[in-house]
């Protein structure tokens, strides 16, 4: 198994930047993949940013393309979520999720907050 904690969530204006971060822990080497979903207040939780190290692979949802970047630094298996140009509608609880070994996104994490006040 894998532990997931996040962190850097908070309060911003539209417009500012917030750098969200997750850090694992456990059975790391089984890591395949890394991504941020998010959910918003009565939404579903949609799927945000994946990172595939080993193949150097980012992917995106469309609406925060361009102002988004994940990137992740594995010597101390940390996943990062960059996010600038915020929008009000980025406002959600991020959560930071791993798939071990193609398996499925299986590990999440607790969440963090995110509010961008217009």
């Known amino acids: 198994q894998v532990q997931l904690v996040e962190s850097g969530g908070g309060l911003v204006q539209a417009g500012g930047s917030l750098r969200l971060s997750c850090t694992a822990s456990?059975?790391?080497?089984?890591?395949?993949?890394m991504a941020w979903f998010r959910q918003a207040p009565g939404k579903e939780r949609e799927f945000v940013a994946a990172i595939f190290s080993s193949d150097d692979i980012e992917l995106y949802e469309t609406s925060v393309k361009g102002r988004f970047t994940i990137s992740e630094d594995t010597t101390n298996d940390t996943v990062y979520l960059q996010m600038n140009s915020l929008k009000p509608e980025d406002t959600a609880v991020y959560y930071c999720t791993a798939d071990l070994a193609g398996g499925g996104w299986s590990e999440w994490g607790q969440g963090t907050q995110v509010t961008v006040s217009s």
């Open positions: 456990g059975r790391t080497h089984s890591k395949y993949a």
